[in-house]
C-alpha cells in the first residue's frame, strides 16, 4: 500500500484526541489523511480517513452520539436556554454583593416557546423581589408539575471551595426521569434505544462497506442515562445486540472531568472481535 497525499476537509492542525490515545496505546503512527464524508458526498462515506504507512494500514472511523432517555439532547439544550434567557433577562442587575443562585429542575422539559414566558415571568419576579433577596430572603415558586424555579444569595457557609464570590450561578437539580430509573437493563433495552443502536448500526454498514481493507472504528458518544455506563454493561448489551461484521470496532468517547481540576477525553474500548485488533 502506498501512502496517501494529505487532502484537505478537516482542520489538518486539528490532532483527534481518540487517535492520539490509540497510537499510544498500541504503539501505531495513524495519520490524518482524508475527512472522507465532506470530500465525497455522492455516497455514505466514514467521517475520517488515517494510515500508518509503517504498518501499511488504513483506519476510518464513524463517530455517533446516543442518548438515553430519548428526549434528552432536547431537555439538555433546553437547559442553556433557560440559563441564557435569565442571564439577559437579569442582566441589569449587579451581582457585586455576593453570589446569587438560580435553581431549576434538571432537563427542563417543554419547548422554546413555552419556556420563554416561564423565565420572563420569574425574572420579573427575580426584579421585583431583588431588594428582599439581597437581605437574605430566598425565593421559589412552583408553576407546575413540570416546572419551579428559586433564588436566593448563597450564604459564605454553603458555597463550594472553588465557586466566584459574586456573580451568578445556575443550579439543575433532580435526576434525568426515565420509565426505568437509573437502571437500563443491557438483556433488555427499551425499544426506543434499540431502534436508535439499529440505525447507527445500518448507517456505519454502509460507511464501513466500501472499507473492507480498513480499520473500522464506531466511536460511541454516549449522553443521559448511557454516559456512566461501564464497559460490562455494553459488553452484554452488544451480546444481544449484536453488532453488524462491518464495525470492527466499536470505543466510547467522552469528553468529563478527569480530576478535581481539569476536564479532559476518556476513551475505552466495548466491543472487539479479536481479528479486529487496531
Known amino acids: 500500500m502506498s ?3 494529505e487532502s484537505g476537509g478537516c482542520e489538518k492542525a486539528y490532532t483527534d484526541p481518540f487517535v492520539t490515545y490509540l497510537n499510544e496505546l498500541m504503539g501505531t503512527k495513524y495519520v490524518y489523511r482524508n475527512c472522507l464524508d465532506a470530500n465525497d458526498s455522492s455516497t455514505p462515506q466514514p467521517e475520517t480517513l488515517y494510515e ?3 504498518r501499511g494500514r488504513q483506519l476510518v472511523i464513524e463517530r455517533k452520539s446516543i442518548s438515553w432517555p430519548s428526549d434528552y439532547p432536547h431537555r ?6 433557560v440559563a441564557d434567557l435569565f442571564s439577559k433577562e437579569l442582566s441589569d442587575i449587579s451581582f457585586a454583593d455576593g453570589l446569587y443562585e438560580i435553581s431549576l429542575p434538571l432537563l427542563i422539559n417543554g419547548t422554546e416557546k413555552e419556556l420563554q414566558p416561564f423565565v420572563l415571568a420569574a425574572a420579573t419576579t427575580i426584579r421585583r423581589m431583588w431588594p428582599q433577596v439581597a437581605k437574605g430572603k430566598t425565593l421559589r415558586r412552583v408553576v407546575n408539575d413540570r416546572w419551579w424555579w428559586g433564588f436566593r444569595q448563597v450564604p459564605d457557609w454553603d458555597r463550594e471551595d472553588d465557586e466566584p464570590k459574586k456573580g451568578l450561578k445556575f443550579s439543575w437539580v433532580g ?3 426515565t420509565q426505568l430509573g437509573d437502571f437500563v437493563d443491557p438483556n433488555n433495552l427499551p425499544e426506543q434505544l434499540v431502534c436508535a443502536l439499529n440505525k447507527i448500526f445500518s448507517s456505519c454498514m454502509k460507511k ?4 473492507s ?3 473500522k472504528i464506531l466511536v460511541l458518544d454516549p449522553h443521559g442515562d448511557l454516559r456512566h455506563k461501564d ?3 455494553w459488553q452484554q448489551v452488544f451480546k444481544n445486540q449484536v453488532p453488524p461484521v462491518e464495525i470492527g470496532e466499536i470505543w466510547s ?3 468529563d472531568w478527569i480530576d478535581n481540576y481539569s476536564r479532559g477525553w476518556t476513551f475505552e474500548r466495548l466491543h472487539c472481535p479479536q481479528n479486529n485488533l487496531a
Open 208 to 211: 464501513f462497506r466500501p472499507y
Open 175 to 177: 435526576k434525568p426521569i
Open 253 to 255: 468517547g467522552t469528553f
Open 76 to 81: 439538555h439544550s433546553n437547559d442553556h436556554f
Open 231 to 233: 464497559v460490562d454493561w
Open 52 to 54: 500508518d504507512c509503517t
Open 3 to 5: 501512502c496517501l497525499p
Open 213 to 215: 481493507h480498513a480499520v
